[in-house]
């Protein structure tokens, strides 16, 4: 048990021989136990310098390192279902001296990217998707003549999601060759994970057990009667032992629960049912954070971590200011001890969306459905229909999983919904599968919608304040990290749905910014004397007073961290054109592609909407 995190790069020689998982399959089974030790000791390092997730990797090591030993990698095709675990997967498949820059500007992806290796068969970031993908893996090598094994891993709370099932439910009626590896470490390892289970599990993964099964089903299905009694027998004594009757059900061969970190038997195990055909599924108990105390200790706090600090001469103490997040936090708590109708919802992001303290203070008016984006913005609308006053508090990237309930429950019949739409905008080392790049752009078309984009904290909470007054559905879009410094307040004003403010006046170019980055329009409009307006709303927008500029400016530069196109900007040229005013406009934002993981001055600094590319912008409009 590992109590701290390496300074210094551990020795690790038998890991240091491993350059691909072929040269891990040359090895005797009695050796990946220290396999295992030196890989959990190199990943404790690795991402104490680095940052990035943390505990979901340090529980799969020995299902992983399982894997690559019985599967023929990359032939054979392992899924991960959202990638937060696939660290150790990565150091086995050559990129172990690479680890180091992962989540840093042209370093190794945070999650398993197709491009990056040919062991990442999938590229991933959100939940849920990876026995869908494996099925249609299964299914085109099936059709193709290819002899490939197909394998997903999924952990227990992306099995929440109704995308899963529904990918178990068809897999069940096509019956192709796949395994479904449920990685559950919600809970610790039990009494009932132990000598029983764990011999019923090698029994029931067989090929003896197979091979009796399937020669008693063919004498016995010849007797009238017999076959119907013993097929009801063989179901429910099995289910007696196993908690596996929902994944039987849907035409799975369930076996488990087996102990996730017991190489010998996890690798037994695989090899025996890697033989079995047709739909399985594996169900395997592991410790999220295992083999790090403080880890295992607090699997909440040690999902992530940050990158270790790098020593600074006369480094100055760096005052750490609230996060949007923290402002919505903080205004979701004085508003729901203001107004009693006020419901909080999320889907499985309490943390990330600040509302631990909301959950302690209002446990009975806080609602986490778990992996659900859908369920969570459905179950909102039902709430609205009976006069309560629900908050989706969501990220942006996982908003658009639920994007037809936003459109047919929520806004097609009017209903009063509040989302607070964290991370929007590029979100830096999480790269483009964590990017809320779209919002604006998919919500722009949505009629009834009201969205709101605040510049800085006190901003945020008077349009979070304002959004939730409205009687409709309405949206406020704030991005990852802190603030400008500007003091919030605790009050409940509001400003009127629809008007924006002009907070820097000059001349020539009008800079229409949509959200946080007026601090970089500031900056830029010094050099120019240009004018800066911070718009507010990109829904509706204020066409009065895009008619006043254009009747005193010359050209326009819109700026905003969303996709420039159907975007903020989109909009204000809609209108430019209807009014039939030809001012020259440059539209800033994000480009047709995906940024891909840096910091995120460093993203802003690639697309042109930091300071410096506005200043470019501003000179080829003068």
């Known amino acids: 048990m590992f109590q701290e995190i390496p300074s210094s790069r551990p020795q690790t ?90 989540r840093s500007k042209d370093g190794l992806s945070p999650f398993p990217k197709r491009s990056e290796s040919p062991y990442d068969t999938f590229g991933v970031g959100h939940s849920s998707t990876s026995i869908s993908a494996a099925l249609g893996m299964a299914i085109a090598a099936k059709k193709q003549g290819k002899d490939k ?95 596996g009757m929902l994944f039987e059900e849907l035409g799975f061969n369930y076996i488990g629960p087996v102990d996730g970190h017991d190489l010998p038997s996890l690798v037994k195990t695989l090899e025996n049912m890697r033989r079995l055909k047709g739909p399985q599924f594996l169900h395997v108990i592991t410790k999220k954070g295992k083999g790090f105390a403080p880890a295992e200790a607090d699997q909440i706090k040690y999902h992530a971590l940050s990158p270790a600090p790098k020593p600074q001469a006369d480094a100055k103490p760096v005052v750490k200011r609230p996060t949007f997040s923290n402002v919505f936090g903080r205004w979701i708590c004085d508003a ?64 658009q999983r639920a994007y037809d309930q936003l459109v047919h429950d929520v806004a097609l019949q009017n209903l009063d919904v509040t989302f607070a739409i964290d991370r929007a905008g590029v979100v830096g080392a999480d790269g483009p599968t964590h990017a809320g790049a779209y919002d604006i752009s998919f919500m722009r078309c949505i009629p009834n919608m009201v969205i709101a984009t605040p510049s800085d904290e006190l901003e945020c909470r008077l349009l979070l304040q304002t959004a939730y007054e409205f009687e409709g559905p309405a949206a406020v879009r704030y991005p990852r990290g802190s603030g400008t410094g500007v003091d919030a307040g605790s009050a409940f004003d509001t400003v009127e749905i629809g008007k924006g403010r002009v907070v820097r006046q000059g001349t020539g170019v009008a800079i229409l910014c949509f959200g946080p980055l007026l601090q ?58 209807s009014q039939n005013i030809k001012h020259p406009t440059i ?36």
Not at 52 to 81: C, K, Q, R, S
Request: charged residues 20%; contains cysteine.
């Open 13 to 102: 020689p038998l890991l240091d021989s491993l350059n691909e998982p072929a040269d891990l399959r040359q090895l005797k089974a009695d050796q990946l136990p220290r396999v295992a030790h030196e890989l959990r000791e190199f990943l404790l390092y690795s991402v104490g310098q680095s940052g990035g997730h943390f505990g979901a990797g340090l529980g799969v090591v020995e299902l992983t390192i399982a894997l690559h030993y019985v599967y023929d990698t990359p032939n054979d095709l392992l899924l991960w279902d959202v990638g937060h675990q696939a660290y150790p997967h990565k150091i086995l498949t050559g990129r172990r001296e690479q680890l180091p820059t992962i």
């Open 149 to 243: 094994k197909v394998a997903a891993i999924i952990g227990d709370g992306a099995m929440t999601a109704g995308m899963a099932f529904e990918a178990m439910n068809h897999a069940g009626h096509d019956n192709s060759d796949m395994l479904v590896i449920l990685n559950d470490n919600d809970m610790s390892i039990s009494e009932n994970v132990g000598g029983l289970n764990k011999y019923l599990s090698k029994i029931l993964s067989s090929k003896t057990y197979a091979s009796m099964r399937e020669g008693s089903r063919k004498v016995l299905s010849t007797i009238p009667h017999v076959w119907e009694l013993a097929s009801k027998t063989e179901e429910h004594v099995k289910g007696f032992f196993t908690p």
């Open 336 to 399: 729901a001890a203001h107004d009693n109708k006020l419901l909080a919802i999320t889907p499985a992001m309490r943390e990330g969306s600040d509302l631990v303290k909301f959950s302690e203070r209002f446990p009975d008016r806080y609602f986490d459905v778990a992996i659900a984006e859908q369920h969570a913005v459905t179950l909102a609308a039902g709430m609205a229909c009976e006069g309560a006053k629900p908050v989706v508090a969501i990220y942006s990237t996982f908003l």
């Open 520 to 577: 970089e329009a500031l900056k830029a409009a010094e050099t120019h004397n240009a004018t800066v307006v911070d718009m507010r709303f990109v829904k509706p927008l204020d066409h009065g007073l895009l008619q006043t500029l254009s009747e005193t400016h010359t050209g326009f530069i819109t700026l905003e961290d969303n996709a420039i196109m159907g975007g903020a900007g989109s909009a204000v040229s809609e209108y430019l054109l």
């Open 587 to 622: 539209h800033l934002g994000i480009p047709d592609g995906y940024i891909e993981h840096a910091s995120q001055a460093q993203q802003w600094a690639e697309m042109g909407i930091d300071a410096a590319g506005i200043e470019r912008a501003l000179a080829r409009l003068n």
